[in-house]
């Protein structure tokens, strides 16, 4: 790029060729423009150090602008090759998984330093815990249909019956997935051609994002890993339905996978908006059963298609165990006293905590009914009578059950990616909690909520990273506080 100067904005939508040199927090490649006034910053996420990128404008400010990454023009000298069909959901497939982890680590840790008020953040570091499976470790996956394809080879759109992921950038077209992608289930998704093939001769269309028409929206797969077993749910419209040989697409996902179909769903969804889940629709069960068995630590969780459940439960495992060592460690006799699991899901972590510590009294609490309706039968089928549930809202909670503040020996926060609000934490805070174990799978809010519980009396005692989810930015954390006495 020639010199440009800093008071010439770029425009929303502008197409740039740049180079990525450095890579900031979070996956977002740094590229740098001379300019009479100083370097002019690009940040572009899913961009790896020494690529040449095309990057569309998204905003821009005096200093610096953000874009999106449209392509790779030229690889970086560190990318390797790898046996599967490249998808926008593994940007880092190419980048070899050491330099993934180097990153993640020395990324998160100045993260912490610049907004967790943390001075030396690395004196506080236990480990980094590794995924136990670099590749195919999701248990869940959901594939778009569209009737505007893209053409990966000639680069351009067509009008074609697609199946696969949504094409990096857009929300309209798909790319087909004709083999293994390396995040998810081999035979799964080197069969996706077939089932697409079989749709196609169903003469039922695919979805048309920009019209809101077709019928065919998405395909969901859930895996076992300890069972090895799978769930379907088919996603349409209601258009045409009278066609759709339900019969025969039971018996072709039967035929492709035997034994291993445990269940095959189908959902109605004619909601204008791009989501497998509908708010109208409703499921009915063509085949098995609407539930499989996922283990973790020693426990067996039913899980439905529309469960919370962690993504990666392999490497789940192992950060749940780290998590209980900061809520038992220092703290072994927790006889009799209430531990708190916030933010439950499906009262994973909370039974873990009860398996271990048969004579406390755990508690969990979860705003969705469904989630904890499973974490009720789960807690009795792996017969743990001291752990309860609660659906109810976390702020909420802590208002109607003031009768725990300073009965807590430790509590366990595990929010959704958006953090925790900052007046449920102060309500968290006020509970008087001995002991905060945070589980965040968004280190920005987790070191925006350091500083709060520091100024608030906690101090922060270690941490501990997580590669829930290799190939992609995102990394997990666990942090121990302890109340200052």
Same mark, same amino acid.
């Given at each position: 790029?020639?010199?440009?100067?800093?008071?010439?904005?770029?425009?929303?939508?502008?197409?740039?060729?740049?180079?990525?040199?450095?890579?900031?927090?979070? $996956?977002?490649?740094?590229?740098?423009?001379?300019?009479?006034?100083?370097?002019?910053?690009?940040?572009?996420?899913?961009?790896?150090?020494?690529?040449?990128?095309?990057?569309?404008?998204?905003?821009?400010?005096?200093?610096?602008?953000?874009?999106?990454?449209?392509?790779?023009? *030229?690889?970086?000298?560190?990318?390797?090759?790898?046996?599967?069909?490249?998808?926008?959901?593994?940007? @880092?497939?190419?980048?070899?998984?050491?330099?993934?982890?180097?990153? *993640?680590?020395?990324?998160?840790?100045?993260?912490?330093?610049?907004?967790?008020?943390?001075?030396?953040?690395?004196?506080?570091?236990?480990?980094?815990?590794?995924?136990?499976?670099?590749?195919?470790?999701?248990?869940?996956?959901?594939?778009?249909?569209?009737?505007?394809?893209?053409?990966?080879?000639?680069?351009?759109?067509?009008?074609?019956?697609?199946?696969?992921?949504?094409?990096?950038?857009?929300?309209?077209?798909?790319?087909?997935?004709?083999?293994?992608?390396?995040?998810?289930?081999?035979?799964?998704?080197?069969?996706?051609?077939?089932?697409?093939?079989?749709?196609?001769?169903?003469?039922?269309?695919?979805?048309?994002?920009?019209?809101?028409?077709?019928?065919?929206?998405?395909?969901?797969?859930?895996?076992?890993?300890?069972?090895?077993?799978?769930?379907?749910?088919?996603?349409?419209?209601?258009?045409?339905?009278?066609?759709?040989?339900?019969?025969?697409?039971?018996?072709?996902?039967?035929?492709?996978?035997?034994?291993?179909?445990?269940?095959?769903?189908?959902?109605?969804?004619?909601?204008?908006?791009?989501?497998?889940?509908?708010?109208? $629709?409703?499921?009915?069960?063509?085949?098995?059963?609407?539930?499989?068995?996922?283990?973790?630590?020693?426990?067996?969780?039913?899980?439905?298609?529309?469960?919370?459940?962690?993504?990666?439960?392999?490497?789940?495992?192992?950060?749940?165990?780290?998590?209980?060592?900061?809520?038992?460690?220092?703290?072994?006799?927790?006889?009799?006293?209430?531990?708190?699991?916030?933010?439950?899901?499906?009262?994973?972590?909370?039974?873990?905590?009860?398996?271990?510590?048969?004579?406390?009294?755990?508690?969990?609490?979860?705003?969705?009914?469904?989630?904890?309706?499973?974490?009720?039968?789960?807690?009795?089928?792996?017969?743990?009578?001291?752990?309860?549930?609660?659906?109810?809202?976390?702020?909420?909670?802590?208002?109607?059950?003031?009768?725990?503040?300073? *009965?807590?020996?430790?509590?366990?926060?595990?929010?959704?990616?958006?953090?925790?609000?900052?007046?449920?934490?102060?309500?968290?805070?006020?509970?008087?909690?001995?002991?905060?174990? @945070?589980?965040?799978?968004?280190?920005?809010?987790?070191?925006?909520?350091?500083?709060?519980?520091?100024?608030?009396?906690?101090?922060?005692?270690?941490?501990?990273?997580?590669?829930?989810?290799?190939?992609?930015?995102?990394?997990?954390?666990?942090?121990?506080?302890?109340?200052?006495?």
């Amino acid at each position: 790029m020639g010199k440009q100067r800093n008071q010439r904005m770029f425009k929303r939508a502008e197409i740039l060729e740049l180079d990525i040199l450095e890579m900031a927090f979070g $996956g977002k490649g740094v590229a740098r423009i001379k300019t009479e006034e100083g370097d002019f910053v690009v940040f572009v996420p899913n961009a790896l150090p020494g690529q040449k990128v095309k990057a569309r404008i998204t905003k821009c400010k005096k200093s610096y602008a953000e874009a999106k990454l449209e392509k790779v023009i *030229k690889r970086s000298p560190e990318e390797v090759d790898v046996p599967y069909q490249e998808i926008s959901g593994a940007p @880092y497939a190419k980048w070899p998984i050491s330099l993934q982890e180097k990153h *993640k680590k020395e990324s998160s840790l100045d993260l912490f330093k610049k907004f967790g008020d943390l001075e030396n953040p690395e004196d506080l570091f236990d480990s980094y815990i590794s995924s136990p499976l670099e590749w195919h470790y999701r248990n869940k996956m959901e594939y778009s249909f569209s009737a505007i394809g893209f053409d990966v080879e000639k680069e351009v759109d067509v009008d074609e019956f697609s199946l696969g992921f949504k094409k990096r950038g857009t929300w309209w077209m798909v790319e087909n997935l004709y083999k293994d992608s390396g995040l998810f289930d081999k035979e799964v998704e080197d069969a996706m051609s077939t089932i697409r093939e079989y749709l196609i001769a169903t003469e039922l269309p695919a979805w048309h994002p920009p019209r809101k028409d077709g019928f065919y929206r998405f395909l969901v797969v859930r895996k076992s890993y300890h069972t090895n077993g799978l769930l379907f749910n088919l996603v349409t419209s209601s258009e045409r339905i009278d066609k759709f040989d339900r019969d025969g697409f039971v018996d072709l996902l039967k035929g492709l996978f035997g034994d291993r179909v445990k269940g095959i769903m189908h959902s109605m969804n004619d909601d204008i908006g791009d989501r497998a889940q509908s708010s109208t $629709g409703f499921m009915t069960l063509l085949y098995g059963e609407d539930k499989i068995v996922e283990r973790i630590c020693g426990l067996d969780f039913q899980m439905s298609l529309q469960s919370f459940f962690q993504t990666n439960p392999v490497c789940a495992e192992q950060l749940y165990n780290k998590a209980l060592d900061y809520v038992f460690e220092d703290n072994n006799d927790l006889n009799g006293q209430v531990v708190l699991d916030l933010f439950c899901g499906t009262g994973t972590i909370a039974q873990c905590m009860a398996a271990r510590s048969p004579e406390a009294k755990i508690i969990g609490v979860e705003i969705v009914k469904e989630a904890v309706k499973d974490a009720k039968k789960n807690s009795i089928a792996n017969n743990l009578p001291n752990v309860s549930y609660f659906a109810e809202d976390v702020g909420k909670f802590l208002t109607k059950y003031p009768n725990y503040k300073g *009965k807590i020996a430790s509590l366990v926060l595990d929010p959704p990616r958006a953090g925790i609000a900052p007046k449920t934490l102060k309500k968290v805070i006020d509970l008087g909690a001995n002991r905060i174990v @945070y589980i965040s799978c968004n280190p920005a809010t987790l070191a925006r909520d350091t500083k709060l519980l520091q100024e608030a009396g906690y101090e922060p005692k270690k941490f501990s990273l997580a590669d829930q989810f290799p190939h992609t930015a995102h990394v997990e954390s666990v942090f121990r506080f302890d109340k200052k006495k």
